[in-house]
């Protein structure tokens, strides 16, 4: 690579080389000094991560900053020049920004010099032609990084020099393009005046030939043109481009300019610079048709289509309110209205958003002009193809006009809504709209039908973009203006109604009407949207329904003027007046009343708008709701749950809810917000006849009666419940429930084709009708002369029409079975959508009243909608009345802070269902249906233990533990537990018994966890099911219930000490039971029952160690101790290394430690009368003999015994002096060590016996058995009263690692079998001969 080519010039040097020659410089000393840190700088400049680059050229220049005048300035310029010729090309421009910013830091340094130091290491002369284009390259980012300082054009003799290399490169055009020019071109841009005109003779060619040829000259000429235009004229004259002559070489330098920016996406500098000239020299419309649109758009290529486009955004801020007609009526923005129309597939390239982003910087700029922001905006609503706008009507560019274009952009609007003037369209036709023969496509009165579609869905959307404070005069204009043409029509004009002054040009179609009406209703959800803050609040404090419904009275009582598209009858006038003085009465109530008094208003005014769309179910509906709303505020107030309970409770509770749920089932969004507030007001009044109706909803057997409710309408009502579930966000459910179920009828649909053809009844009426024509052959036994020969020609007929007719029939049938099921399934789409919108008021029951008793009855029902969805959630629609019944379950029920606290006689019933939903939890067949119905249990208990009277959990302070325990019901805090343990004891017994349980270790734990005195019951169960005929996984489940439940403390509260010491011990009898079998597993399951005894048996040792308990573990370690040799033979088997670990760490529990080395061991063993030179290791690296750290070696074999860790019981030696500290105790008489040793403790005793033999390889005590038990560590050699000072001796080959030595553990150990007493008595030198002696070959 390059840049290691000159990295000799910092060679470094050994660390003593430099203060031996003293003769070296003092910045060649520094450079060695930071040579490391100093070199990276440059590898990190050329990384592709931009802020890896730009952090270490900050970090360069700091260093450099602090040695101006030091070597590191000339390596650094070296090594930045040489990497603008790096092969790696992402790495030059790295190079050429750094040199820039160098050269900007430090001006001392003269451009001259770099530019010099350019051209010599990269000599365009001397360079082979294998490395040209690198060179190349190098001398053209060494100009751009002396123009990128900022001083180049401050240096005048630079600045030549670098204008002729850039000429010089400019001849090698197959390698760097025009960059050289553009780059020229940037140069001279910057540069004074005075320096241009001298410069330009020697960069532009008096030949206008030369200046047409290319884009880079011609933008050279039109920059001299703009600077220097009297030099220019000196030098070529007058010079016209727009002349006729010149124009079909403008466009083709364009359109070369369009394609070199073509992967850039970007408007070429050259085209911008002739739209200005032509703007200065009053020659722009020859400039826009003739160059433009008879030019560049003449032989379409999108290249240019996309630079004319571009060209048509950046001009919109230079153009005037007169110019702007000529570029927004031509064939260009049709043109663009044409690509609109057509980019339609994912993978093409779609110009819309880019030219939003032009539209909104001009309306954002010129906020000041209203004629020209109103113009455009107009102008680009009028590109139609065949009538419909090619822009969205959702346009988020409209925000930014201002209050006087937006006012008369909404008056265009309404204008063009009433009176479509169709020839100030710019209208277009696409290729195959064209080659279509349909002459009904091209009436106009189909371009007005979709025009005023369009039209009113823009005056809607505008409201999304608005202030409702501050545009308040703008929507009351758009929602009267949509209110009236939905529903009325006007007669005669009045001034009072100022809607009725304007009359339609073509008449509005019914279904154009629809739209209208669809639209205010959108209107006034987004209304309720906008305004949640104060809901719906005009300036005057009245909702915006009020306003309507008043406006809505006012076309009423103007019967001479305005005429209702269906007029009111007696009965439904009379409901909307009895409507109106409810919502007086209603704005009359008190404030302790006013939250539900404003629910119920904007129920009244919703149902009252909804008056005039359908008449005959909102009038039925408003007698209802104002009866309720009567009872409800002549009501005292009482407390929440006397009400729920009081089986007295008026009917009007039960009323209202089924006019919510009817209201619910029509597909409006917000529809659905008002019976979700009004709910909220009314919940509290709630019966359980009234939350049945609910949740007979939710069940499939029992809400047969509400198909009539949901489904009212036809496609069209399909259409707006998908279009309102779109907007609820709830995704599209009904649209994916029919893709879904599409594809499965047409599968179903071929199914019964096969059917068909198998059917028995068709097919004895097809042997009939063949039979009739004679065309079976032999039948019934016939001479086969008879029936040889052919049928006549009448007798085919009549047999052919037979068999049509008889199969025309078989098609209807099974048409009419495919339309029935298609109705069915449109039904169920419909059903299941009710149902999600239905849980919006179990969601806000359980949100708002989380302590009422109705709140228990919900449980079962849910559970029984999440188990069918889990069965059939094969639907998007399916999979979201899941996920939100789920969420309403869990967060808002379940996990509720607040619970019932006063369940008075339903604590039999609860019991009960408790019982019902655990066996239900054990039968599921899915775990996570389960799981749900295992939850629903725990919250009953939660609620039956909150409902003690202040009866708290068993939480005995740790000097009260020794007392008398409650039992009972006290002690479960209000559970009683002769009624819960047997339930829970049933399941766990299931769970530990059965082959496939659906329950899980999980779910106990969570029991045990929150009820730990049913806990306490429930361990025996567990406990029987650790050992015996259960299966090994079972047993494995009930040790890891045990490991996982007998550490928290709120179950150790509930034992006495001597009851808590016995539970303990009975756990320790049956895990070492099944020890017996250790390392013997066959099977997962086996492998799984051992992982977890070994845990269980960690645990327990834990707890004995933590709390002193006094327990006899004999047993476990003679278990443990026989299996020893069975788990070093597999402990390299695959998943034996976890199994091992947790043995080792229950033996280190009892004092045994672990062998560090167990395969040198195992070749040690044998070989007891080795020569101590066989112990040779490899030497690994360099280490003095001094730091060796040394170990005596033993005498012989008649020493090995007693050197041998001793059994339980047993003396055994002190330390042989492990630590420096501790050496000189190592120098004791051997005599000493071999004193008799004090009889055993009492604990060593109880725990070795008398069958226990005297030597046990393998095993060391590292800590003693009676401090398991309680007392105080003691070592076997010494009375029980003296402190031992140092550890026990190690086994064979397992030494502990000292804390002072650096040495690795296998470095420093030595067979013990080795060690002679006698190393103990000799000093350093004969322990370095010993050392020297064992490592001789």
């Known amino acids: 690579m390059a840049e290691m080519e000159s990295q000799d010039v910092a060679e470094p040097m050994a660390p003593g080389e430099a203060s031996e020659s003293g003769a070296r410089p003092a910045d060649r000393e520094g450079l060695l000094k930071h040579s490391r840190e100093f070199l990276d700088f440059f590898w990190d400049i050329a990384k592709p991560q931009q802020e890896t680059r730009l952090e270490a050229t900050e970090k360069l220049l700091e260093y450099l900053r602090a040695r101006p005048q030091g070597a590191e300035m000339k390596y650094a310029l070296k090594r930045l020049i040489t990497g603008l010729g790096v092969g790696r090309e992402t790495a030059r421009p790295c190079y050429s920004l750094a040199l820039a910013q160098l050269l900007q830091s430090f001006e001392d340094i003269p451009l001259c010099s770099i530019l010099q130091q350019i051209q010599e290491k990269h000599d365009l002369q001397k360079v ?27 240096d005048s003799e630079a600045l030549m020099k670098s204008v002729k290399l850039l000429q010089t490169l400019a001849q090698h055009h197959n ?129 240019a289509s996309y630079l004319c486009f571009r060209l048509l955004g950046a001009a919109l801020p230079l153009l005037s309110a007169e110019q702007l007609p000529l570029v927004m009526r031509g064939d260009l923005i049709r043109h663009f209205g044409e690509h609109m129309v057509t980019a339609k597939l994912p993978n093409q390239f779609k110009f819309a958003p880019e030219m939003n982003e032009y539209v909104g910087a001009f309306l954002e700029g010129c906020r000041a002009d209203p004629e020209r922001q109103l113009a455009v905006v107009v102008a680009f609503t009028s590109v139609t193809n065949q009538g419909l706008p090619v822009l969205p009507t959702f346009w988020r560019a409209v925000r930014f006009l201002s209050p006087p274009a937006l006012k008369g952009y909404v008056a265009w609007l309404r204008t063009m809504f009433l009176q479509p003037d ?142 209702a598209l269906t007029p009111f009858t007696a009965q439904q006038r009379q409901a909307w007046d009895r409507m109106l003085q409810s919502v007086r009465e209603l704005e009359a109530t008190s404030s302790g009343a006013r939250a539900k008094a404003a629910a119920f208003q904007h129920l009244l005014l919703l149902v009252g708008i909804y008056l005039f769309k359908s008449p005959t179910e909102s009038c039925d509906l408003l007698g209802d709701i104002q009866t309720c709303i ?183 049938r099974i048409q009419a079975r495919k339309d029935e099921k298609d109705k069915l399934r449109k039904e169920k789409v419909l059903r299941r959508d009710f149902q999600i919108r239905v849980l919006d008021l179990i969601e806000v029951l359980v949100t708002k009243q989380p302590e009422s008793p109705l709140v228990l009855e919900l449980l079962e029902p849910l559970l029984d909608v999440i188990r069918r969805s889990m069965r059939t959630s ?257 402990a390299c088997a695959a998943g034996s290394s976890r199994l091992y670990d947790l043995y080792w760490q229950a033996m280190k529990a009892l004092g045994v430690q672990r062998p560090k080395s167990g395969k040198k061991e195992a070749k040690e063993v044998p070989s007891v009368t080795q020569n101590p030179v066989s112990t040779k290791r490899k030497k690994k690296g360099f280490l003095p003999e001094t730091k060796k750290r040394k170990k005596p070696k033993s005498e012989g074999p008649a020493q090995e015994e007693g050197a041998r860790p001793a059994a339980a019981g047993e003396q055994q030696p002190p330390s042989t002096g492990k630590k420096r500290r501790n050496r000189r105790k190592a120098t004791v008489p051997a005599q000493a060590k071999q004193r008799p040793a004090p009889a055993p403790t009492a604990a060593a005793a109880a725990l070795t016996g008398p069958g226990t033999p005297a030597k046990t390889p393998k095993l060391k005590k590292k800590r003693k058995l009676s401090q398991v038990n309680g007392a105080a560590p003691v070592s076997p050699a010494e009375p029980a009263g003296k402190k031992q000072p140092q550890k026990d001796l190690p086994e064979k080959g397992v030494s502990g690692k000292s804390p002072q030595s650096a040495l690795p553990r296998k470095k420093a150990r030595l067979s013990l079998a080795s060690r002679s007493p006698s190393l103990l008595q000799s000093g350093a030198k004969r322990k370095k001969a010993q050392l020297r002696k064992a490592r001789k070959p």
């Not at 979709?450 to 202030?467: A, E, G, N, P, Y």
């Open 422 to 563: 169709l020839d100030s369209l710019v209208d277009f036709s696409t290729s195959n709209q064209k080659k279509a023969q349909d002459a009904s496509l091209h009436v106009p009165e189909r371009a007005v039908s979709r025009l005023r579609k369009w039209l009113i869905l823009r005056l809607v959307s505008i409201v999304d973009t608005l202030h409702v404070e501050k545009e308040e005069d703008v929507i009351e204009e758009v929602a009267r203006f949509c209110f009236f043409h939905s529903f009325f029509e006007a007669k005669k004009p009045t001034s009072q109604i100022p809607e009725t002054e304007q009359r339609f040009s073509f008449p509005l179609e019914s279904r154009t009407r629809e739209v209208v009406g669809s639209a205010f209703f959108s209107l006034l959800q987004t209304l309720s949207t906008q305004c949640r803050q104060a809901p719906e609040q005009t300036q005057d404090s009245q909702p915006w329904t009020y306003r309507l419904v008043r406006f809505a009275d006012s076309l009423l009582n103007h019967s001479r003027n305005v005429a």
């Open 128 to 154: 082979k032609k294998a490395t040209m284009r690198p060179a190349l390259f190098a001398n053209l980012f060494g100009v751009l990084a002396l123009f990128q300082s900022g001083r180049l054009v401050k």
């Open 874 to 1130: 094969s639907t998007k629609q399916e999979q979201d009345l899941l996920h939100k019944t789920a969420r309403i379950f869990t967060h808002h029920l379940c996990r509720s802070r607040h619970y019932c606290h006063d369940v008075g006689r339903l604590v039999g019933t609860l019991y009960a269902q408790v019982e019902r939903l655990v066996q239900q939890a054990g039968r599921q067949a899915d775990t996570a249906v389960s799981l749900y119905y295992f939850n629903a249990a725990l919250y009953l208990l939660r609620v039956l233990k909150g409902n003690a009277a202040g009866k708290p959990v068993c939480k005995a302070p740790k000097k009260e533990k020794a007392g008398s325990q409650p039992k009972g019901p006290e002690a479960a805090g209000g559970l009683d537990l002769s009624l819960v343990t047997p339930i829970y004891s049933s399941a766990l017994t299931s769970f530990l018994t059965r082959r496939n349980s659906p329950l899980t270790v999980t779910m106990f734990l969570s029991l045990f966890s929150r009820h730990p005195v049913l806990c306490k019951s429930l361990l025996p169960v567990v406990i029987q099911h650790v050992t015996g005929p259960a299966r090994p996984r079972h047993q494995a489940q009930a040790c890891l219930l045990l490991q996982k439940a007998l550490p928290t403390r709120e179950l150790r509260v509930c034992f006495d000490d001597p009851e808590w010491e016995q539970l303990v011990s009975q756990i320790l009898a049956k895990v070492t039971e099944n020890l017996r079998t250790l390392g013997e597993a066959q099977t997962k399951s086996e492998q799984q029952k051992e992982l977890a005894s070994l845990g269980l048996l960690n645990t327990l040792f834990r707890t004995i160690h933590q709390e002193k308990l006094t327990v006899d573990l004999a047993g476990v370690l003679g278990a443990l101790q026989s299996k020893q040799q069975t788990l070093q033979q597999g």
């Open 630 to 812: 009567k009872k409800s505020l002549g009501e005292k107030t009482r407390r929440t749950r006397s009400k729920a309970t009081n089986p007295q409770e008026p009917p009007w509770v039960e009323v209202l809810v089924e006019i919510l749920l009817a209201l619910l089932a029509q597909p409006s969004h917000l529809m659905r917000q008002v019976a979700r507030s009004v709910f909220s007001h009314i919940c509290s009044h709630l019966t359980p006849r009234a939350l049945q109706l609910i949740l007979d909803v939710l069940n499939p057997e029992k809400n047969a009666d509400e198909d009539s409710v949901v489904v009212t309408d036809g496609s069209e009502e399909l259409l707006e419940g998908a279009e309102d579930r779109s907007s609820d966000g709830e995704g599209d459910r009904a649209s994916a429930g029919e893709e879904d179920s599409g594809d499965d009828s047409g599968d179903d649909s071929e199914e019964e084709d096969r059917d068909a053809d198998v059917d028995q009844g068709f097919r004895e009426q097809l042997m009939a009708v063949l039979r009739a024509g004679k065309a079976l052959g032999a039948v019934d036994g016939e001479d086969d002369d008879d029936d040889g020969d052919e049928l006549g020609d009448e007798a085919m007929m009549a047999l052919d029409q037979n068999l049509a007719s008889l199969f025309a029939e078989q098609k209807l």
């Open 175 to 303: 390698h760097l393009q025009e960059q050289p020019q553009k780059a020229l071109v940037d140069i001279l841009s910057e540069v004074p005046e005075a320096t241009l005109q001298e410069i330009l003779p020697k960069v532009l060619r008096a030949d206008l030939n030369s200046v047409l040829g290319s884009p880079e000259h011609l933008e050279l000429f039109l920059l001299a043109r703009q600077k220097v235009p009297h030099k220019l004229e000196e030098l070529m004259g007058p010079v016209s481009l727009f002349s006729d002559e010149n124009v079909p070489r403008l466009v083709s330098v364009l359109k070369m300019a369009a394609a070199s920016v073509k992967k850039e996406r970007k408007l070429p500098a050259v085209a911008l610079d002739l739209l200005r000239l032509a703007l200065q020299e009053g020659k722009f419309p020859r400039f826009w048709k003739d160059v433009v649109e008879q030019g560049l758009l003449k032989k379409q290529s999108w290249p």
